[in-house]
């Protein structure tokens, strides 16, 4: 159930998004403690403006709760493109974030292989990435 703040809140973001204060809409979204639901939103805007450690920081935001709420089926189906993002663009910087998140997407794409209509696209890629991540750092 949604609460009057959390109400209150979407319905402010929401205003000063519709009204095209993108600037002022992520300020808000920032002054109101990250509100996650918001989240896909501001991440997107970050992507349009070509600000994409801003953009990987909110993805990477939204994606962990979602891994907390532990709501990973929600998550694969919403998301499953920004968690392959995520896998790679961790994958030279981060060895353990970029394993949990291409762990989560390779998990998925086989544990729900035989589900009609879904389609994982990057789940070749994700392994491969995947194998290359945990191999013991001699054989790199």
Do not use: H
């Not at 002022?24 to 403690?33: H, I, L, N, P, R």
């Amino acid at each position: 159930m949604i609460s009057n703040r959390e109400e209150k809140i979407t319905v402010m973001f929401e205003v000063l998004w519709n009204l095209d204060l993108y600037s002022e809409a992520v300020k808000f979204y920032a002054d109101t403690g990250r509100p996650f639901w918001l989240t896909e939103a501001v991440a997107r805007y970050y992507e349009s403006e070509g600000k994409f450690e801003q953009s990987i920081e909110e993805w990477s935001y939204l994606i962990d709760i979602y891994f907390v709420m532990g709501e990973t089926a929600q998550l694969m189906l919403n998301y499953q493109d920004e968690v392959f993002m995520l896998g790679s663009w961790y994958a030279s910087t981060d060895r353990d974030r970029s394993i949990k998140y291409l762990s989560a997407y390779v998990g998925f794409a086989y544990q729900w292989r035989r589900m009609p209509g879904l389609k994982l696209p990057y789940k070749g890629r994700a392994a491969r990435m995947l194998y290359k991540l945990r191999r013991p750092r001699s054989c790199e």
